[in-house]
């Protein structure tokens, strides 16, 4: 039996909407609450931020069905990395260099955005150095 395409889970791709929904209202009211005096980051929605663990669950069995496609392939786990970077990371770049072009344009806008002079390289590198404090 073959495995599912994404198309055929539209119960899935129906949840993956309104988990973006829920990110998308969560950093709505988040930006609204820094305006709204009484309110700090958090407080009006404490769980707003639901929606990114939908989306783990989500990229965990989409990682569960691309395994099982790439099974009878040579080098599954380096042909599913293949495929990830190839769709993702032309999309990264894409939207982080518009993000760092409305920043440059509209200054204003950028409530959490400053751009120093290694902002760029860092940001279209994909995967930061993370230093764990200590």
Known sequence: MPSPRRNDL?????LRAVAALLVVAY???EQWTTRVPGYGPGQFWPNGSAGVDIFFVISGLVMTISVQRNAGRAHPARTFAKDRIIRIVP???IVTSLK???VMAVPALATRTTLEPLYVPDRMRCCRSMTVPG
């Open 10 to 14: 539209p119960g899935v791709q129906a």
């Open 27 to 29: 950093h709505a009211v």
């Open 91 to 93: 999309r990264y770049w």
């Open 100 to 102: 760092i072009a409305a």
